[in-house]
């Protein structure tokens, strides 16, 4: 019976250390954090936008950092109007950026859409332009990028209301 008893409290203990061991760690959402900058809307070509949204990051953390656009990096959006995640807008980031440890650095995250660009003496001119910078971020309360190799979450928060008012506003 001694043997029994011993054999299934080694079974146990090793089911429990493959659990414990093999469950991903909890996403780190103080690593790295974003503050918003400024945003810009640029032609691609006759037929599509690009949006950046410039951020400053921050490294929290006593290891240097890279972020980069890829398949362990996915950009999401959070929804304003019950804080979801939404991936049905595609957000990537812009350009590859090394941060090192206890430092800042500029990041922009890029939405790009189909875009008819408006004669530049259309009189709706910036009109158009205001719009459509709305229409992309009038769900976002922010936007999240998710480093699955790292396990960072990274927060990159609104600050692009002031264009909703301007659009609004009465001229």
Request: no cysteine; hydrophobic share 40%.
């Given at each position: 019976?001694?043997?029994?008893?011993?054999?299934?409290?080694?079974?146990?203990?090793?089911?429990?250390?493959?659990?414990?061991?093999?469950?991903?760690?909890?996403?780190n959402t103080?690593?790295i954090t974003?503050?918003?900058?400024?945003?810009?809307?640029?032609?691609?070509?006759?037929?599509?936008?690009?949006?950046?949204?410039?951020?400053?990051?921050?490294?929290?953390?006593?290891?240097?950092?890279?972020?980069?656009?890829?398949?362990?990096?996915?950009?999401?959006?959070?929804?304003?109007?019950?804080?979801?995640?939404?991936?049905?807008?595609?957000?990537?980031?812009?350009?590859?950026?090394?941060?090192?440890?206890?430092?800042?650095?500029?990041?922009?995250?890029?939405?790009?859409?189909?875009?008819?660009?408006?004669?530049?003496?259309?009189?709706?001119?910036q009109d158009?332009?205001?719009?459509?910078?709305?229409?992309?971020?009038?769900?976002?309360?922010?936007?999240?990028?998710?480093?699955?190799?790292?396990?960072?979450?990274?927060?990159?928060?609104?600050?692009?209301?002031?264009?909703?008012?301007?659009?609004?506003?009465?001229?």
């Amino acid at each position: 019976m001694g043997f029994s008893v011993a054999l299934a409290l080694s079974a146990m203990i090793f089911f429990y250390l493959r659990i414990t061991t093999t469950a991903p760690k909890p996403w780190n959402t103080s690593a790295i954090t974003a503050s918003y900058v400024g945003t810009q809307l640029r032609q691609v070509d006759s037929g599509n936008a690009s949006l950046y949204l410039a951020y400053e990051v921050q490294n929290h953390t006593d290891s240097d950092y890279r972020l980069a656009d890829g398949p362990a990096a996915l950009v999401m959006t959070r929804l304003r109007a019950d804080g979801s995640l939404s991936s049905q807008q595609q957000v990537r980031l812009s350009y590859p950026t090394f941060l090192p440890a206890r430092q800042r650095a500029r990041v922009a995250l890029e939405i790009r859409s189909p875009f008819g660009w408006p004669v530049e003496n259309d009189p709706a001119f910036q009109d158009k332009l205001r719009n459509f910078v709305n229409q992309r971020l009038e769900d976002a309360q922010a936007f999240v990028l998710f480093d699955q190799a790292d396990r960072f979450e990274i927060e990159f928060p609104s600050g692009w209301r002031e264009l909703k008012l301007a659009s609004a506003s009465p001229r």
